[in-house]
């Protein structure tokens, strides 16, 4: 899917090198995807030094690029002077133009996002809510971020992410089971906190996986069945998603796409019914906050040890050991 844009559109494309050198198809199909979603005002960096270059711009030593088995080929930064997308050049060299398009049509729809001020998190806790409320209502924003900006390219005409794939689910799901059981076993996680940290993150990478196996889904552009899933990964996704999967489905598919408004108390309720969702998510990886009467909080275990031992053994028949 192209914007149907003449040859030499790159010329509009405010593109940076850093450590590397962008080709002209590619120039063009960096500004082809931006102008996909009227975002090809957006700065662009080019880098063979990602993490380096996300670092600096975000004033942090902390930012690391993996992500759930995988590595981020590209975020946007939003900062004083407004948005910048940052390309990782290395995890995408000798990829397709067409994915190189697709690539900066997703992020220029945070850009679209971002530009209308109220669409994301900032400024929609609740003052009553918990620290734990508050993350988990996070997890879900993040999702849902990810998946109107999928639908949106979807209904555009790009076809699904490659992460979209039933080969590419199911190694999530293997990966996620696998680092669901290591969690538990990390002596580091013996601190509770350590273990809520650990386990959040992997669903926060798997909602955001969810999304984009999701958008395409409700969009009727590449339908997902489960079934089609090899038996690890059917065992795998009954037991950590098929419970919220139709509950996921009808939230998202009541949520429009990136490049049309939502209005601040509307988008709050969805937040709120999200936040719900990952409750119960949360709970099918076998976990669960609580709220004790002084105030306190507590991150729990709830899963039967033979729920982790079962994981435990498909993890093993996916990477047996030698």
Known sequence: MTANLPTGVSRGLNLTEAGCTVSPDWRDAMAQGLSAVRALDTPVIATDDFVRTVSDLLGSDSYHADRGGGVVAAKTLHGPNGPTIVVNYTAVAGESTALVERLLAHEGGHVLLN??????????RKNAES??????????????????IELML????????PSAT????DEHLGVTNAETFAAIVNPAN??????????????????KLLAYVAAPHIAGTAKFDPDALPADGKEDW????????????????????????VPVDAWRNKLRKGAALEVQQLRDFGFAFTTHRDGGEAFNRIARDEVFHQRLERAQRRWPTS
């Not at 979807?154 to 992410?161: I, Q, V």
């Not at 039933?166 to 689910?169: K, L």
């Not at 009954?238 to 998202?252: C, E, G, I, V």
């Open 115 to 124: 530009r209308r001020g109220n669409e994301e998190l900032g400024g929609h």
């Open 131 to 148: 620290d734990w409320e508050w993350m988990l209502k996070c997890v879900a924003g993040l999702a849902i971020i990810e998946f109107r």
């Open 154 to 161: 979807a209904e555009l005409g790009y076809p699904p992410a």
């Open 166 to 169: 039933v080969d590419s689910i």
């Open 190 to 207: 013996q601190e509770p906190a350590h273990l809520r940290d650990s386990i959040m993150s992997i669903m926060d990478h798997s909602t």
């Open 238 to 261: 009954a037991d950590y998603f098929a419970s919220t999967w139709p509950k996921r489905l009808r939230l998202w598919g009541s949520i429009p796409p990136a490049d049309q408004p």
